[in-house]
């Protein structure tokens, strides 16, 4: 089976950084994904990792580490509107994506 | 270009009785998706389609019917509800023509059983 792991909750000032931190442990690894999710919406697709590293993308980043199971999204700057939750999402060795239950910021001003 | 779109977008239904939801992309998209959002839970795949014409189980199949008549539907069928089934329900699709094929949701449908 797939376990992905990240924290439930997280409160971070505006203008601040907040890393959400997300372990998984799959059967084979095609991906990882991090998808952004406002309170009664649909999920909305941030960044894409299949390499060791950053990505960078504006405010936001993703890394991974392969061999350690291990993802992270930075975002920088942050401002109100990016209250909402964050969901980790692995590809695994049948092409499905697995999520983790999200991490809801809460952006304080 | 509307995406992905679902109805109803909210359902209150009595245990027992059958139900439908639909689901339309105008992406071409190949492949198509249905999860199911629970509180605590994240995203679980209930059933799948790479392609008009297959359809494929998830991980929570059970009491959930699909099917892909064509490119751009994908109506999940609930035969007889049970108050479990209460959830939100989102639609995806992708290209699946290579990586990333990332996944797009439509809007969701918030749906409770009595």
């Known amino acids: 089976g797939q376990n992905i792991d990240q924290p439930t909750e997280m409160t971070a000032t505006e203008g601040a950084i907040v890393q959400i931190n997300c372990t998984y442990q799959t059967s084979g690894f095609n991906g990882l994904f991090w998808y952004q999710q406002h309170a009664g919406e649909a999920p909305t697709f941030l960044s894409y990792?299949?390499?060791?590293g950053l990505e960078e993308k504006g405010r936001f980043s993703s890394f991974l580490s392969r061999s350690k199971g291990y993802s992270y999204l930075l975002l920088k700057e942050l401002q109100m509107k990016d209250s909402a939750s964050y969901l980790c999402a692995v590809k695994g060795g049948d092409y499905k994506l697995s999520f983790g239950a999200g991490t809801t910021v809460t952006v304080r001003a | 270009i509307a995406g992905i779109t679902q109805a109803p977008t909210s359902q209150i239904l009595a245990a027992g009785r059958r139900m439908t939801l639909r689901c339309t992309q105008d992406m071409r998209h190949n492949a198509m998706y249905w999860y199911r959002q629970d509180l605590g839970l994240g995203l679980r795949l209930i059933h799948y389609s790479n392609t008009a014409g297959t359809t494929g189980k998830g991980e929570v199949p059970d009491g959930y019917s699909v099917s892909r008549a064509n490119t751009d539907d994908f109506p999940l069928t609930l035969a007889s509800a049970v108050p479990s089934q209460t959830s939100v329900y989102f639609c995806?699709?992708?290209?699946?023509?290579?990586?990333?094929?990332?996944?797009?949701f439509g809007p969701g449908t918030r749906l409770t059983v009595l």
């Open positions: 995806a699709s992708s290209d699946a023509r290579g990586a990333p094929d990332t996944q797009y």
């Open positions: 990792n299949v390499l060791d």
